[in-house]
């Protein structure tokens, strides 16, 4: 027989945050205590969740197993466990923390992977409030982005130094950091935690069937329409005096297709390209003056990172 159970019809867009509210489910009509609730799922995100909300299922009387891997690796992890032996304090913060250092729908910062910030966080998690009161709403103040910006400076070993401009500059200064191995620059930074923190929001109403999600546009992506693109910073990539020295080594594309490094940053090419036969030129622009005479028009198109 089949038939249709009110309490699991949703909207969730993610099968992410719907396995958890079928766990809510599960935990609530469970006969046994201490029923065992199976979590199959290779996703870093649905781990974290189920460790995040294992202590709601066991008030419930479920325990939360989270079975990943493949192979030899296949195992099957106690997510209740984990969250008795972290304690509730900290696994308060995990959803906070996991959003900000990358999720499915959130950027990482590279070389950091998830052990460091999390090493960082646990040693003094009262230093860091920010982290338990991310995604508790869609919007951020500027109190907590300020905390995450100083969190960040601590991350990439600052920790003199709250502003990541600065710290920026410093590690520029030394000429031992590749552009990969630097904080972002404070806007970029700013556009990161409005991701992070929409990201948590939407993770943390998991066990609501009909959570009211705004539009991510405006909170670190940019909607038209029915595609959805990262809204990566507010400034432009670099000043346009350094933007008319971009040049690229095209030999066959005719910049016109990937693997121009002009094509990639939205300009045109230039005198100071070494392209062949090169379609990717200024566009332009006719001008009707009673003599059907043609000017080109020269300026540089620019294009946000």
């Keep these: 027989m ?3 159970i009110d309490d699991l019809h949703c909207d969730h867009e993610e099968a ?11 935990a609530a009509t469970s006969v046994e205590q201490n029923q065992d609730i199976i979590i199959k799922s290779p996703d870093t995100d649905v781990f974290v969740l189920a460790i995040y ?7 419930m009387g479920g325990r939360v197993l989270f079975h990943t891997g493949r192979g030899k690796n296949l195992r099957t992890i106690d997510a209740s466990c984990v969250n008795r032996f972290l304690g509730q304090e900290k696994c308060n913060y995990l959803i906070g923390l996991h959003c900000l250092t990358g999720c499915d729908a959130v950027s990482s910062f590279r070389g950091k992977g998830k052990v460091k910030p999390a090493k960082l966080l646990f040693k003094d998690v009262a230093e860091f409030p920010v982290f338990f009161s991310l995604g508790d709403s869609f919007e951020i103040d500027e109190d907590q982005a300020t905390q995450v910006e100083k969190f960040v400076c601590r991350l990439y070993g600052q920790h003199d130094c709250d502003d990541v401009n600065t710290v920026r500059y410093t590690k520029f ?11 972002p620059n404070q806007d970029s930074l700013k556009q990161h935690i409005m991701r992070a923190n929409y990201q948590a929001a939407v993770y943390k109403s998991a066990l609501d069937q009909f959570p009211d999600i705004p539009s991510p546009h405006g909170r670190g992506w940019i909607v038209d329409g029915e595609s959805i693109a990262i809204h990566w910073t507010d400034l432009a990539p670099a000043p346009d005096s350094i933007l008319e020295f971009v040049h690229c080594d095209c030999k066959k594309t005719k910049c016109i ?3 121009c490094s002009c094509l990639e940053k939205g300009l045109p090419c230039t005198d100071l390209c070494k392209c062949v036969s090169c379609e990717n ?9 009673g003599d059907d005479n043609d000017e080109d028009d020269d300026s540089d198109s620019e294009s946000e990172d």
């Design 16 to 26: 992410d945050t719907r396995m958890l509210l079928h766990c809510k489910y599960i």
């Design 281 to 289: 030129t200024p566009q332009e622009c006719l001008t009707n003056d």
């Design 2 to 4: 089949c038939e249709e």
């Design 173 to 183: 200064k030394m000429g031992k950091h590749r552009e990969e191995a630097m904080p």
């Design 53 to 59: 909300f294992s202590s709601v299922f066991e008030e």
């Design 257 to 259: 297709q990937g693997g």
